[in-house]
């Protein structure tokens, strides 16, 4: 097997791009402009950890692939972005779930990251983290508005949680890849972040009105790159231009 | 060309996005070393994703060409990380004057209002025109502005 490493600079890196994909859908249409421009600034800063992660991935790799190249030139099954992500926008109550439950996700994931004793990765998850720590607060502030707000922004968010739920897990399914992490000391086991992360989520939850899902069935597959239907769709859009005129520039 | 005259000239280009700022204002100038007749420029970005990133870095470029320093190569760094703590005391004057409020460590918001300096202003959106920025409203004078937000 290649170095874990790289698996682990593309599982950060797809994530980050995917979503910053799907957010930037919103530009022109969120439902306050307020909203579209913090919309777009997320995506910006997400599109510039991918732009890092897949760089060092490249790197790590050694094969004259470039972030680009990762980027445009590869198919879904190559994706390593957990479920969450691909989930489709549906609307401002879903995109804005999906986005709390990643970056309360992402916020824990890149504080363990930054102690890595691998300097490279360290160095640019400390890069993220303080930016993160401004995504978390602001989407975390909106689901306790709109949770605890009128019956209507209740039921949606209540909605768009249950239906994400299952997807939300494939952040935390274990596979070889990060035994061999966890053997180096590089990150532990994805699993082992779960009760971090319920625990933000119950407090957060608890004043917001919103319910936590009992059910712990858990959509998996995303680490051997086993994705939804959506992510199709998400590439085809994304990849097109690269893909017809290869090597383009602006 | 010695080495503390290609800083001070690297040092002098103006943020892109902020004119009123030089790249030594805010702090992105990491050091510049001489190897071989070769000067190693070490800047470090912003907001991760900041388009201005690239276009500080043709900025560079020119202002060294235009100096006719022509062999230089402009390094990426990403530790120590960069923060709003980089920024001179001299560079938050001088957004306070351009009328941009600057960061307030420790603090939710901005200090006060850029404009009429008054304490009470509120939060309008979280995010603004660039990365860096949130935009505010002062309650007194009622201007809305933007604020250089602490990272």
Known sequence: MSDPRFHLALRMGDNSLILAQQ???????????????????????????????????????????????????????????????????????????????????????????????????????????????????????????????????????????NALWSYFGSFFEDSIVDELLFDLKISSMPSSLYPRVLKQLNQDCLLSTLKIPESEFWQKGAVQGHHTENLGYILAEMQY?????PNSKW | MDVLTVKSIVESVPDPEIPVLTLGDLGVIRGVHERDDEFEIHVTPTYSGCPATRVINEMISEALLSAHIEKFTIKKVLSPVWSTQWISESGKAKLEEYGIAPPNPGAKGPKSCPQCKSISVSEISAFGSTPCQAIWRCQDCLEPFNYFKCL
């Open chain 1, 23 to 161: 957010n930037s859908k919103w530009c022109g249409h969120a439902p306050t402009l307020e909203e579209d421009i913090a919309l777009a600034n997320v995506s910006l800063d997400l599109m510039g950890h991918a732009q890092m992660w897949l760089g060092l991935a490249a790197e790590i790799e050694g094969e004259d692939r470039t972030a680009d190249i990762l980027a445009f030139f590869r198919d879904t099954d190559e994706f390593r972005n957990s479920l969450l992500v691909e989930r489709p926008n549906v609307d401002f109550a879903t995109t804005l779930m999906r986005q709390y439950l990643f970056d309360v996700w992402h916020l824990e994931q890149l504080l363990l990251l930054s102690q890595c004793p691998d300097i490279l990765i360290a160095e640019i998850s400390q890069k993220a983290l303080v930016e993160v720590e401004y995504h978390r607060q602001r989407s975390q502030s909106l689901v306790m508005k709109l949770g605890d707000g009128t019956v209507e922004s209740h039921n949606r968010m209540q909605e768009a949680l």
């Open chain 1, 241 to 245: 231009l690269q893909r017809t005129y």
